[in-house]
């Protein structure tokens, strides 16, 4: 079955950390860009972060840019983010998503994202 | 950044309503927009994707349509669990950006 399970949310104070996590099952893990959208209580969706297969490109929306990393680690069929420098603004549920190809022409492909976890609930609050 | 304007933000429909909703796009992103369906508490579901082919799985009465900056995204006839919220989603470039979603509720 194919599966994302995020973990590693909870309450931090303004300016903490944490790291959040994503295992992957079902699917050849490596084989796919894998990204991090999140959604505040009550409001809409948004893109947070992306990463290439072998972890060599990603792409970040700017207001976490220096302040979150994307990584991941093949091996272990795992998606990461570890948020520093947290603000009350970056309270949310935090998903995992499957970044997969659904066909190419022959000029371009078109992507969505098609595998979505749980999601994890980070609240930022002293 | 491409804005993503999504109109109406909310509809009120009975059960076997077509429904249409309507995504712009701040500058044109080819067909490199896809759609998901949110019910509360839930992951968000893919629909739609490449603007027009419908994912895997997903009923027929959905369809989408549109290139360039506008798009459409229909339900021929609304069933009781499509009542949920919609959100469109360009990845014709960084950063990707949603639509701030339309909430379909009943009448």
């Known amino acids: 079955e194919v599966q994302l399970v995020e973990s590693g949310g909870g309450l931090v104070q303004p300016g903490g950390s944490l790291r959040l996590s994503c295992a992957v099952s079902?699917?050849?893990?490596?084989?796919?860009?894998m990204s991090w959208v999140r959604q505040a209580p009550g409001k809409g969706l948004e893109w947070v972060a992306t990463i290439k297969q072998d972890g060599s490109e990603k792409y970040y929306v700017d207001s976490v840019k220096g302040r979150f990393t994307i990584s991941r680690d093949n091996a272990k069929n795992s998606l990461y983010l570890q948020m520093n420098s947290l603000r009350a603004e970056d309270t949310a549920v935090y998903y995992c998503a499957r970044d997969w190809i659904g066909y190419c022409s022959s000029t371009s492909c078109y992507d969505a994202f098609d595998i979505w976890g749980q999601g994890t609930m980070v609240t930022v609050s002293s | 950044d491409i804005q993503l304007t999504q109109s109406p933000s909310f509809l009120s429909a009975s059960v076997g309503d077509r429904v249409t909703i309507t995504c712009r796009a701040s500058q044109g992103i080819s067909s490199f927009l896809a759609w998901y369906q949110q019910k509360p508490g839930k992951a968000p579901k893919l629909l739609i994707y490449?603007?027009?082919t419908l994912q895997s799985g997903v009923p027929s009465r959905f369809s989408g349509s549109g290139s360039g900056t506008e798009f459409t995204l229909t339900i021929s006839s609304l069933q009781p669990e499509d009542f949920a919220t919609y959100y469109c989603q360009q990845l014709n470039s960084y950063p990707w950006t949603f639509g701030q979603g339309t909430k379909v509720e009943i009448k």
């Open positions: 490449a603007a027009s």
């Open positions: 079902g699917f050849t893990f490596s084989s796919y860009w």
